[in-house]
């Protein structure tokens, strides 16, 4: 062999051994490098008319199982609903207060504690039903339970746009990694093309489709060509050769009415990939997540919610309705929408009486409602008592009013019943209701009842078949509606199914501690889940290093045999110079 060919070896030697190094190098520097692959410089013999003539690098590339990659790509997705999940969920029952604070299990500050200090304050009321403090003390605590109940509904609401606000964020970085890849596939295109590594690129393209996932499940593939498909779960292509974008724009506010609905018109618009809507194809992901918890666990806590309120209106208003204050006000509004010509199917008799502030009877009549066909004719035989004004104001609520402002009006339900429900006349009108509300975001306090708590109706009417002028027929507190209040809370009552919860029977202090409880539920299921989640990501990404991360002491061992290697070539390259300079000597002194 001439001393040519073995130099032209002995270099390709050389040149192979320090490719290799550099490649073992770079696996150790990026050890630690998240989504970095092992890399291997594929060596081969040339040969030349059949004789070996050296060694070359071929190619460097990296090996990562694309069944391990799909299965990263749909564990990233489930970690990011996961983390998505809890975040939420963990803001939601913070909303919710606790129902013990600090292991005192006497104290808390959820809902289900407001109506338990309320109930507490209507108990002392009952002994003192006169007291003003004590009416002030329960009103206070009312108060207070409808300011947590409008709290918590405005919370859940802004959970709610916090959401959407976030899918909209969320669309814009999935159409940013969209093309990513798309520029990552152009790139390992042209340098497939000219021969050069691409270990890197599809390293980085790996990368990005975890990202993509972490944000929405999708569906992917690798083309005979190397560039990656990326499709929607149901199929709506999002990347082929070029960048198919999403497109959705947050609604401008969000009330418990803003729902999603999939058609025209919809308080929530779709995620949109050229005209279709693939809202409902986005089930994983943060994005996925998101939506179910705009669409359905926030909406479900809220209608739990809901329930818990209507139902405190209903059963404190019904109690309410059937006393009277005292001083008696001058005029009562109802909260009921009327038109004069509606219908009114009622029976039974219900007295309306003026009273001055010692209680002291003025005038009265008792209407027999069996008479009273419309709410035109209801409105006229109220207006006939003497002393008395009523009209139906412009919003279609009934007004009740004294013609002497020093005298007050006192209603008694007595036997009627209004309607299929069978109300009293005065429950059916809300002429003397205590709280108002259609729900837990609108729950107040009569504003007048706020301002006077004297308004609070811990009186009644005189029930008797006849009264005498001049005669007192509303006493100074009643024990009979304090104790009826009070029972509001102490009686067990059907709620149907609602949001999270079945159909039960508690009382409203119960029904309260579901409703917190089913939050709590909710947070520890994600909380589970988030666990569950990040163990299978952890889990595959370990599958994926073993197969193709790097090992650094293998590597570390590969280096040092390289490094021989290296010097060995350099050794011979060394030792053929040393004879190409003797042979010049012995040409050059012939």
């Known amino acids: 062999m001439s001393l040519a060919a073995t130099r032209s070896i002995a270099l390709s030697s050389l040149l192979t051994a320090q490719t290799r190094i550099s490649v073992a190098s770079t696996n150790i520097a990026n050890a630690d490098t998240d989504g970095y692959s092992r ?9 030349t008319a059949g004789v070996g003539t050296g060694v070359e690098i071929t190619a460097i590339s990296s090996t990562v199982s ?45 809902i289900a504690n407001a109506i338990a200090d309320l109930a507490s304050a209507l108990t002392e009321l009952t002994d003192t039903p006169e007291s003003a403090t004590l009416q002030a003390q329960v009103v206070d605590s009312l108060d207070s339970l409808a300011a ?15 959401a959407d606000d976030q899918i909209e964020t969320s669309v814009d ?29 599809e390293d980085q393209r790996k990368t990005a489709l975890g990202s993509l996932g972490e944000l929405m499940n999708v569906t992917w593939f690798v083309n005979s060509s190397n560039q990656v498909h990326v499709y929607s779960s149901g199929g709506k292509v999002l990347l082929d050769s070029t960048v198919h974008a999403l497109s959705y724009e947050s609604a401008a506010t969000v009330t418990s009415d803003t729902v999603y609905t999939g058609t025209t018109p919809s308080g929530f618009a779709g995620i949109m990939v050229e005209g279709v809507d693939i ?14 918890l705009r669409d359905e666990v926030l909406p479900d806590a809220q209608l739990d ?26 005029t009562l509004t109802g909260s009921a929408v009327l038109a004069g010509t509606d219908a009114l199917s009622a029976t039974g008799t219900a007295r309306f009486a003026v009273v001055d502030d010692e209680g002291a009877l003025v005038s009265y009549a008792d209407i027999d409602l069996s008479t009273v066909a419309t709410v035109d004719d209801l409105v006229a035989a109220i207006d006939a008592v003497d002393g008395l004004t009523a009209s139906l104001d412009a919003s279609g609520h009934l007004v009740v009013a004294t013609e002497n402002s020093s005298y007050g009006v006192a209603v008694n339900q007595m036997d009627s019943a209004v309607g299929t429900d069978g109300e009293g006349l005065s429950s059916w009108l809300g002429l003397n209701d205590l709280v108002r509300a259609t729900g837990a975001s609108d729950f107040v306090v009569r504003s007048d009842i706020l301002a006077n708590n004297s308004l609070l109706a811990v009186s009644s009417l005189d029930a008797s078949a006849t009264l005498t002028t001049g005669a007192t027929v509303v006493a100074s507190g009643s024990s009979t509606i304090a104790d009826a209040l009070l029972d509001v809370f102490e009686t067990s009552r059907s709620f149907d199914a609602a949001g999270n919860l079945g159909s039960t029977t508690a009382t409203l202090a119960g029904y309260a501690a579901e409703v917190v409880g089913a939050v709590a539920t909710v947070y520890a299921g994600a909380e589970s889940e988030l666990e569950t989640a990040t163990a299978l990501q952890s889990s595959v990404t370990d599958a994926i290093a073993s197969k193709s991360g790097v090992n650094v002491d293998e590597e570390t061992n590969l280096l040092s045999e390289l490094q021989t290697q290296y010097e060995a070539a350099a050794q011979i390259m060394s030792i053929v110079n040393e004879l190409f300079s003797t042979l010049l000597e012995m040409v050059q002194s012939a």
């Not at 809202?279 to 179910?292: D, F, H, P, W, Y």
């Open 39 to 47: 890399k291997t410089a594929t060596q081969s013999t040339l040969v």
């Open 66 to 110: 694309k069944m391990l990659l799909g299965s990263l790509v749909e564990a990233q997705s489930r970690l990011g609903a996961a983390t998505t999940m809890e975040e939420y969920t963990s803001l939601l029952q913070d909303a919710y207060g606790a129902t013990t604070d600090d292991g005192d299990t006497t104290a808390g500050t959820s």
């Open 148 to 162: 947590q109940l409008r709290t918590t509904s405005s919370t859940i609401q802004s959970l709610r746009a916090d």
């Open 173 to 201: 970085e999935i159409n940013t990694l969209l093309g990513t890849i798309d520029s990552l596939n152009e790139r390992i295109a042209s340098a497939q093309a000219s021969g050069a590594d691409i270990s890197d690129l």
């Open 279 to 292: 809202t409902s194809q986005i089930t994983s992901g943060s994005v996925g997540a998101l939506i179910e």
């Open 305 to 330: 919610l809901d329930t818990l309120a209507v139902e405190l209106v209903h059963a404190l208003n019904a109690v309410h309705n059937d006393g009277t204050a005292l001083p008696a006000p001058a």
